[in-house]
């Protein structure tokens, strides 16, 4: 059986090794039946749940916002020249808010556009947990935006002059605010992500909704393809490290 391996940048030794089985994923349709494989292991989908995601993802908005293509070392580097090519916006990518006790940090967001009002999180394509994460973190931290004022106190100490909120005491509008969830891509083709990725962007679209969310918005980021083949080696070695 093919492996795939973990290759120490430092040693030149394998460190970690999976099956290629366990690293493929694949969704099928087979005589009206929907199959995905995922992390080596095979789930049927009752065809109308199937139907029902499907159909809600392709319903999905897709944002206005400008994002420029993604040619830079990681995220972070991504997120501050995003932020930087729109005039109103400011870079939020770390600048996380201790709030909930113990070691509970909430990042607002990667990019807060103040005109309009966006909330932008990024995150590169990945497997169902890499883009559940991301669907999680916008629903979490729109949830505490609208329903908890000591989080947006804490929040107004992070946010740069011009982009403070002018009475964090009040709860804000959350009709007035854009969720949206930007997905770096290096595929040519329109933007689609996996199933169980749709069932969390779903649910984080129902949670958003409950609290007053009327706009909460997909938008591709395009990465080329170049840049993508030589950021898969840097975070191989980076993770080997």
Known sequence: ???????????????????????????????????????????????GFADQINEGYSQMEESTVTLIDYSHADEGAYNKAAAAAIPSSCCMDRELVSHGGGQSKIEFCDIYD???????????YGGSSHLSHLFSQGAVSGELFVADSAFREKLNDKLPAGHKLAHPESRPNAGDYEIVFGVISNSLK????????????????????????????????????????????????????
Not at 21 to 41: D, F, P
Not at 211 to 229: D, M, N, R, S, V
């Open 1 to 47: 059986m093919a492996h795939v391996f973990l290759i120490s940048s430092k040693t030149d030794t394998a460190t970690e090794a999976w099956s290629a089985y366990r690293c493929i994923y694949a969704e099928i349709e087979h005589k009206g039946r929907v199959y995905i494989l995922n992390s080596a292991k095979w789930y049927e989908i009752v065809k």
């Open 114 to 124: 103040a005109t309009p009002k966006r909330l932008i999180h990024v995150k590169h």
């Open 190 to 241: 329109p933007l689609d992500i996996p199933f169980f990725s749709k069932v969390s962007l779903k649910n984080a679209k129902r949670r958003l909704a409950g609290y007053g969310y009327q706009k909460i918005t997909l938008k591709k980021i395009q990465q080329h393809q170049g840049e993508a083949a030589a950021e898969v080696v840097s975070a191989v070695g980076a993770t080997a490290q």
